[in-house]
């Protein structure tokens, strides 16, 4: 038998049965097992070889044009009691999920190869990580696991220890978006996905696992798994302040998490540590901290954008041993993307002749995967069992008008109130429109497994159970000028904002009330360096009460739709802040410096 764990012998067989593979292949994790799968997929043309010269053992993936993103609306919770997947997820009777999806599976390995996954997300000695299996007939979704977790013998040791492990099944069937289902069984612990090779869509150890049963786990289990990069902010007395930050996707997670101080900061001693880009377990530590883990071991990002200027350690880790999805190609062989450089492509992400009449080189949603210990700012706390203690969390959206560049919570509860009011406008990660505001609290929208109302709670229920909890505040780095032009320049400068929220965990820096939260004035921020028009400056620092007031109306009609799941003082927060902007359109609010 290929496990210690007669449960997932079973399952495997079980699974075996009903797809009728003609191989079934253990996965070990191997250099030997990934050269073999590698060269498979050479012959296929699965992968292409990149230049050996400037991109060493890198390839270049096109999917099927129909499947390069999320399908939110063919993602599925399906828990027995409908209200318990919330009105923000799509729902299905877990009966007819399970006939429906067995029915897509019926035979539809004949002729491949079945791969079994054991994976694990998050170090494999940690207490915080958690085990999973992906089955699937896709070596490029196994290429890809590879890379973004920690996959083979050791996982497998790890499972057959704990004994319990998330069920994913994944098939490419067809890529017939017609025949495309995500689907999530959060009580027995499973995930099936049909139809789709894309990353968040068949990469189950990532947003579906790590976020979508990670999230029901922790709510039952008493820990948060969050959409959140996590950073490691060093100031030049060497001390480093962890920070996670939720922000949608193809909002600048992967930049932020890499960033590289502006000159005048880097010649003083800041600096940036990796720690994650896109997801963050956390658990209350012994000392009451919040301590976070990254679950996974490698960076999905987009690669649209990422440029010398925007984020020069992405560069850095992307010239060997990555897969590119869905990019240009030079005529000289190497990955090319809108924002990379000058150059013009010679193909583009179909493989047709580049012509500019036909729409970027580069999907927008193309992407990159590589292991993170490639990239030059990782920090070796992304292997620490026990996690990193988290002073701040941030949460922030993409706003072109109202939202300022930041703000800090008061308290706990009304940070809970600032991550379940976020709104963003919408990216080419998800199929469907791009820059339509939409509600997206936490940045969970597409990746809580459960009711919001619920969520909500769970986030309030840290507020009383004695933690020393982290600060709590809100950006935006997506502000527009009536011109359409950013306001604030973003990428190394964000590190601006983050020395604010770092000196304000410590006590060192001053801050200003406004009705909507805890404002810099200009001279708490050490803008040395940086041209900022004063008028840009203006607009970044103020709160316009008429238009936040109308932001909450907004906010309390979108609370209304989890109806009595809404946790109390979540409404007694959001009416206090309605209050609080009543009164400063009447012209009586405090706007009392606090430091
Ligand atoms: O598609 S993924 O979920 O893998 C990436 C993203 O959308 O954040
Ligand atoms: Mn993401």
Redesign the pocket.
């Given at each position: 038998m290929p496990s210690q764990l007669p449960a997932l012998n079973q399952w495997v067989d079980e699974v075996a049965r009903r797809t009728r593979p003609a191989h079934v292949h253990w996965c070990d994790g191997s250099d030997a097992e990934h050269a073999a799968l590698v060269a498979r997929m050479e012959a296929t043309g699965d992968l292409l070889p990149l230049s050996p010269d400037t991109h060493p053992r890198c390839h270049l993936h096109r999917s099927h044009p129909s499947d390069v993103?999320?399908v939110e609306h063919l993602t599925y919770v399906c828990t027995r009691d409908p209200r318990d997947a919330g009105p923000n997820n799509h729902w299905m009777e877990p009966a007819e999920a399970h006939a429906m999806m067995d029915a897509l599976f019926d035979g539809c390995m004949q002729g491949r190869t079945l791969y079994v996954i054991p994976y694990c997300m998050g170090p494999v000695d940690s207490p915080l990580a958690r085990c999973g299996v992906e089955i699937t007939d896709s070596p490029y979704v196994v290429a890809n696991m590879r890379l973004m977790t920690r996959m083979g013998a050791a996982a497998l040791a790890r499972i057959e220890r704990d004994g319990t492990f998330v069920r994913g099944l994944h098939s490419t069937g067809e890529l017939d978006p017609n025949r495309r289902f995500i689907v999530h069984f959060p009580e027995e612990l499973a995930i099936q996905s049909y139809g789709s090779c894309?990353?968040?869509?068949a990469?189950l150890g990532?947003?579906c696992h790590a976020l979508r049963i990670a999230s029901w786990q922790a709510r039952t289990e008493g820990w948060l798994a969050e959409h959140m990069l996590i950073v490691g902010i060093e100031d030049p007395r060497g001390e480093v302040t962890y920070v996670a930050a939720a922000f949608p996707?193809?909002c600048g997670k992967t930049n932020l998490a890499m960033l590289i101080p502006p000159p005048a900061f880097r010649e003083q001693g800041w600096k940036v540590w990796t720690i994650g880009d896109?997801i963050c377990w956390m658990h209350p530590g012994p000392d009451g901290r919040l301590y976070a883990i990254n679950p996974e071991a490698g960076f999905?990002g987009v690669a649209p954008g990422t440029g010398a200027k925007t984020n020069p350690n992405a560069l850095a880790m992307l010239d060997r041993d990555a897969i590119f999805t869905n990019v240009g190609l030079t005529a000289d062989n190497q990955p090319w993307w809108e924002g990379l450089d000058e150059r013009i492509p010679a193909f583009d992400w179909q493989g047709r002749p580049y012509d500019r009449a036909n729409g970027p080189a580069a999907h927008p949603n193309a992407r990159f995967t590589v292991s993170a210990r490639q990239c030059p700012s990782w920090s070796p706390k992304m292997d620490d069992p026990n996690g990193v203690p988290i002073s701040a969390i941030v949460f922030g959206g993409r706003r072109e008008s109202l939202v300022p560049l930041v703000m800090q919570a008061r308290d706990w509860n009304h940070g809970v109130l600032l991550g379940a009011a976020m709104a963003s406008e919408t990216t080419a990660?998800?199929t469907g429109a791009v820059g339509v505001v939409r509600r997206d609290p936490m940045a969970m929208k597409p990746f809580c497994g459960y009711n919001f109302g619920d969520y909500f709670s769970h986030w309030l229920s840290f507020g009383h159970r004695g933690l020393s909890l982290p600060k709590i505040f809100h950006v935006n780095w997506f502000r527009k000028g009536a011109d359409g032009r950013f306001l604030w320049p973003g990428f190394g400068d964000n590190l601006r904002v983050l020395e604010w929220i770092v000196g304000r965990c410590r006590g060192s820096r001053g801050a200003v009330e406004t009705p909507v939260g805890l404002l810099p004035r200009r001279a708490d921020l050490d803008l040395s360096g940086l041209a900022l028009p004063d008028a840009a400056l203006d607009a970044l620092l103020s709160v316009d009460p008429a238009g936040y007031h109308r932001e909450y109306a907004a906010i309390g009609e979108y609370l209304d739709e989890f109806g009595d799941r809404v946790p109390g003082a979540l409404r007694l927060e959001h009416r206090k802040a309605v209050a609080l902007l009543e009164q400063a359109a009447a012209g009586s609010a405090p706007r009392a410096a606090v430091g």
């Open positions: 993103a999320r894309y990353g968040g869509n990469l990532k947003k996707s193809a896109d999905f990660a998800a």
